[in-house]
C-alpha cells in the first residue's frame, strides 16, 4: 500500500509540475509567436523582413541567425541582470547583442559563405534590429536563464516564420518554385530540395522586386488582422450569450 501511495504521490506532482510547466512557458509562446510577434504587432526589423524575403532558403537563412543572436543575447542578459548597473545597461546590451552577431556572421561566413553572400550586410545590421534589443530590456534583465532563453527562441521563430512565409509567398509567385537553391544552406547535395511548382513559368518580376516585399508583408497584415477580429467577434457573441443566459436565469 505505501509503495502504490508513493507512486500515486509521484505522479500526482509530476503532473503538477508539467501543468504549472505550461501554465509559466505557455503564454511566452503565445506572446511570441502571434500576440506579440516582433512584425506583426510590434512592426520591428522590417529592413531585412523586405529585403532578403525574396525566397525562402534567404528568409530561412537570415531567421535562423536572427533566432541565434535572440538566443545568445537573452541568456547573457539575463546571467548579468544582478551585476550591471541600470545606468550603463543599455550600453552593455548593445555589446552583447553585437558580440553575439559577430559571431553568428563569422560562422556563416566560414561554413555557408554562398548564403553570406547572399545575406550580405543584412547579417550585421542584425544589430539595429530593435526587436532584439527590445527583449533584453523587457523581458531578459527582469527574468531567469530558461524563461529568457525560451522567449528569445519564440521570438526568434515568430519572426522566422513570418519571414519564411513571405519569403514562400514571392518566390512562389515571383519565380514559380520553392526552396530554390537550397544548396547553398543544405550543400550541394540537397539541390533535390528545390520544387517546381509551375514548369516552364516565365515569373512575374514585380513579387521578387521590392514593392512586391510590401505588398506581400500588406497581404499577412490583413490576415493576421482578419484572424483577429473573426476571434474578437466570436469572444463578443460569446459574451452576449452568457449575459442573455445569466437574465434568463434571474428573471
Given at each position: ?5 508513493l507512486?500515486?504521490t ?21 506572446e ?6 516582433a ?42 541582470r ?8 543599455l ?7 553585437a ?66 512565409a513571405?519569403?514562400?509567398m ?38 521578387i ?43
Amino acid at each position: 500500500m505505501s509503495e502504490t501511495k508513493l507512486e500515486s504521490t509521484a505522479e500526482e506532482n509530476s503532473a503538477e509540475k508539467k501543468a504549472s510547466f505550461i501554465e509559466e512557458y505557455a503564454p511566452i509562446a503565445k506572446e511570441g509567436l502571434w500576440n506579440n510577434n516582433a512584425v506583426f504587432a510590434q512592426m520591428l526589423g522590417l529592413c531585412p523582413l523586405l529585403a532578403v524575403s525574396n525566397t525562402v532558403i534567404n528568409a530561412l537563412g537570415l531567421g535562423i541567425a536572427t533566432i541565434m543572436v535572440l538566443i545568445m543575447s537573452n541568456m547573457s542578459v539575463s546571467l548579468i541582470r544582478n551585476i550591471v548597473r541600470p545606468e550603463i545597461r543599455l550600453p552593455v546590451f548593445v555589446v552583447i547583442i553585437a558580440s553575439a552577431v559577430t559571431a553568428i556572421e563569422l560562422i556563416i561566413h566560414a561554413w555557408f559563405h554562398e548564403l553570406y553572400l547572399v545575406l550580405g550586410i543584412f547579417i550585421p545590421l542584425i544589430v539595429t534590429n530593435c526587436a532584439i534589443i527590445a527583449r533584453a530590456e523587457a523581458f531578459a534583465s527582469k527574468n531567469t536563464l530558461g524563461k529568457s532563453f525560451f522567449d528569445g527562441l519564440m521570438m526568434g521563430l515568430g519572426f522566422t516564420l513570418v519571414l519564411v512565409a513571405l519569403g514562400a509567398m514571392r518566390e512562389l509567385i515571383g519565380m514559380g518554385t520553392l526552396l530554390a537553391n537550397a544548396h547553398i544552406m543544405f550543400g550541394d547535395g540537397m539541390q533535390w530540395l528545390t520544387i517546381e511548382v509551375f514548369p516552364e513559368y516565365d515569373g512575374f518580376l514585380l513579387a521578387i522586386l521590392p514593392p512586391g516585399a510590401f505588398i506581400g508583408l500588406a497581404f499577412l497584415l490583413a490576415g493576421r488582422n482578419y484572424i483577429e477580429q473573426q476571434k474578437k467577434n466570436r469572444q463578443k457573441k460569446k459574451k452576449q450569450q452568457q449575459e442573455v443566459s445569466a437574465d434568463t436565469a434571474t428573471a
